[in-house]
C-alpha cells in the first residue's frame, strides 16, 4: 500500500472522510464547512501531510484553527467560480473587492468594524482605475457585502456585535464588530509568487520540473491523479500521452480508491470517479429543475446522436483547445494592473498539448429548442411557471451545466455531444405523484 499505509483498517472510513474533506474544501475553519471537519483532519494530520504531497503534489498547511489545502493547479478553470449566498457566481468587482478585503485585514488587528472595514477597501479601490467603491451607490454595496458575506461564512470573519444586514441595507442605519481569524486570513492569500512579477496569469500555473525520468513520470502520476479528483469526467484526448497512460493503468483505480473511498470508473474515451459518497460540490444528475431539464436533453441527444434508424449525424472536429485556453488566459489578463508591474528578466510559459484531433455529433440549438419545448409539455407538472414562461433560459441553464461536467461542448450554432451523454441514454423519467392527503 503506497497511501494510508499506517491507517488502520477499523480508521480508514475516517481517513478517506478526511480527504474528501479536504479535497471539496480547501480552507477548513472552525467552524466552515463545519465544527466537525477542523478536527477530523487533524487527527489524520501527520498521514494527511504525507498522501496528499505524494499523491496530488499538494501541501497541507495548519495554523492554529485553520487546515489550509494549497493545490497545484494545471490548468485554468472557469467553471468553479466563487458565489454569493445567493449563488451568484463572483463577478470582477466581487473578486477585487475580496481581495482588497483580505489586504485590508492582513495589516489589521483582531477586530475590526464593518464601516472602517468598507472605509478602507473604498481607499484601495478608489485609487484603482475603473474600480472604485462607492458605499452609498447600491451595486457597490451589494457587491462589497458578497465579498464580505464570503468571508463570513468561511469564518474569516465572525461577528461579535451589531448587524451586518442593516448595514448592507442603508450604512448610516447599521454597525457590525467582526473578530478577525488572523490564522484563516493568512492561509487565504499567500501567492507562490510576487504578484508584481507576474505577467501573466499563466505564470502561476508555472513550476520547476524535474529532469530525470523518474521525476517526470512522478509528476505525471500526479496530474492523473488531480485530473481524476477535480473533473466530472476525463477524456484521453484532453490530456497528454504521458497522464493518459497513467489514467489507463492498473496503479490508479486502486490508489484514488485507498485515498478516497471512491471507484474510477474507466471506458474506452476516459475516466471519471464515481461519487457514491456525495462530497462533490455539485453532482450530475442532480435535483432541481434546471438539473431535471439537463438529464431529460441529455436522453434525447444520445439518441440524436446514436439514432437507431441510422439516421446519420452531422460530426465536427472538436475546437481546439489552445484557443480556448488563450482566450480564458486573455480574459483574465485584461485586468492586470499594468502599471505596477515589474516584469523580471525571464518569464516562462505553460505549455499544454493540444488534444487529439477528431470528431463529435453536432446537436442544433433548434433542435434543443425544441427538444425542451417538448419536455415542458410531457413533465409540465415538475417544472414551475417561470420556466414554462421562459423556455430558453431552462435550455440555456440547462446546456450550461451539461458543458460544466463534460458532458457536451458549446459550438456556435448548438452543442457537440461527448461520450459521457451516452451513459444516460436509457434513463427513464417519472414524475412521482403528490399524495392528496
Known amino acids: 500500500m503506497r497511501f494510508?499505509?499506517?491507517v488502520s483498517d477499523l480508521e480508514l472510513a475516517d481517513y478517506q472522510r478526511a480527504v474528501r474533506l479536504l479535497l471539496r474544501h480547501p480552507l477548513i475553519t472552525a467552524s466552515w464547512p463545519d465544527a466537525k471537519a477542523l478536527p477530523r483532519v487533524r487527527r489524520f494530520a501527520s498521514v494527511l501531510r504525507v498522501d496528499l504531497a505524494e499523491a496530488f503534489g499538494y501541501r497541507l498547511e495548519l495554523h492554529g484553527a485553520t487546515a489550509r489545502l494549497v493545490r497545484t493547479a494545471d490548468a485554468l478553470d472557469p467553471d468553479r467560480p466563487a458565489v454569493s449566498r445567493t449563488g451568484r457566481p463572483f463577478d470582477r468587482r466581487r473578486y477585487a473587492y475580496l481581495s482588497l478585503c483580505l489586504a485590508v485585514l492582513g495589516r489589521a488587528g483582531v477586530q475590526i468594524m464593518l464601516s472602517e472595514l468598507a472605509d478602507a477597501v473604498a481607499g484601495d479601490a478608489n485609487r484603482i482605475g475603473g474600480l472604485g467603491l462607492d458605499p452609498d451607490t447600491g451595486a457597490d454595496r451589494r457587491a462589497f457585502v458578497d465579498a464580505v458575506a464570503w468571508l463570513e461564512e468561511r469564518g474569516v470573519l465572525v461577528l461579535a456585535d451589531g448587524s451586518s444586514a442593516a448595514w448592507a441595507?442603508?450604512?448610516?442605519?447599521?454597525?457590525?464588530?467582526?473578530?478577525?481569524?488572523?490564522?484563516?486570513?493568512?492561509?487565504?492569500f499567500r501567492p507562490p509568487r510576487v504578484l508584481q512579477h507576474v505577467e501573466s496569469v499563466t505564470a502561476l500555473l508555472d513550476r520547476q520540473a524535474g529532469s530525470s525520468g523518474n521525476a517526470e513520470r512522478r509528476a505525471a502520476a500526479?496530474?492523473?491523479?488531480?485530473?481524476?479528483?477535480?473533473?466530472?469526467?476525463?477524456?484521453?484526448?484532453?490530456?497528454?500521452?504521458?497522464?493518459?497512460?497513467?489514467?489507463?493503468g492498473q496503479a490508479l483505480p486502486a490508489d484514488l480508491a485507498r485515498l478516497t473511498g471512491l471507484r474510477l470508473e474507466r471506458r474506452a474515451e476516459g475516466v471519471l470517479l464515481v461519487d457514491t459518497a456525495g462530497w462533490s460540490a455539485e453532482r450530475f444528475p442532480g435535483t432541481g429543475s434546471v438539473?431535471?431539464?439537463?438529464?431529460?436533453?441529455?436522453?434525447?441527444?444520445?439518441d440524436r446522436a446514436q439514432d437507431p434508424?441510422?439516421?446519420?449525424?452531422?460530426?465536427?472536429?472538436?475546437?481546439?483547445?489552445?484557443?480556448?485556453?488563450?482566450?480564458?488566459?486573455?480574459?483574465?489578463d485584461a485586468g492586470l494592473?499594468?502599471?505596477?508591474?515589474?516584469?523580471?528578466?525571464?518569464?516562462?510559459?505553460?505549455?499544454?498539448?493540444?488534444?487529439?484531433?477528431?470528431?463529435?455529433?453536432?446537436?442544433?440549438?433548434?433542435?434543443?429548442?425544441?427538444?425542451t419545448a417538448d419536455i415542458l409539455r410531457r413533465y409540465g407538472s415538475a417544472f414551475?411557471?417561470?420556466?414554462?414562461?421562459?423556455?430558453?433560459?431552462l435550455r440555456t441553464e440547462a446546456v450550461a451545466l451539461l458543458a460544466r461536467f463534460g458532458a457536451v461542448i458549446v459550438v456556435p450554432g448548438g452543442v457537440l455531444v461527448r461520450p459521457l451523454v451516452g451513459r444516460y441514454?436509457?434513463?427513464?423519467?417519472e414524475i412521482k405523484q403528490r399524495a392528496l392527503f
Not at 235 to 242: A, G, H, I, L, T
Request: glycine residues 4%; negative net charge.
Open 337 to 371: 494592473p499594468a502599471a505596477t508591474l515589474i516584469l523580471p528578466e525571464e518569464t516562462s510559459a505553460v505549455v499544454v498539448p493540444d488534444a487529439e484531433q477528431h470528431r463529435l455529433p453536432l446537436v442544433t440549438d433548434s433542435f434543443l429548442r425544441e427538444t
Open 425 to 429: 441514454r436509457n434513463t427513464v423519467a
Open 169 to 188: 441595507g442603508d450604512p448610516g442605519s447599521g454597525e457590525a464588530l467582526y473578530d478577525v481569524a488572523r490564522d484563516a486570513v493568512l492561509s487565504l
Open 291 to 302: 438539473a431535471q431539464a439537463a438529464i431529460l436533453l441529455a436522453v434525447e441527444m444520445a
Open 222 to 248: 500526479q496530474a492523473a491523479r488531480r485530473a481524476a479528483v477535480e473533473r466530472p469526467v476525463v477524456y484521453y484526448p484532453d490530456v497528454s500521452p504521458e497522464i493518459g497512460n497513467h489514467l489507463r
Open 309 to 332: 434508424d441510422g439516421r446519420r449525424n452531422r460530426r465536427m472536429p472538436v475546437p481546439d483547445p489552445a484557443e480556448r485556453r488563450a482566450d480564458l488566459v486573455r480574459d483574465v
Open 4 to 6: 494510508a499505509a499506517d
Open 384 to 393: 414551475g411557471a417561470a420556466w414554462h414562461a421562459d423556455p430558453d433560459r
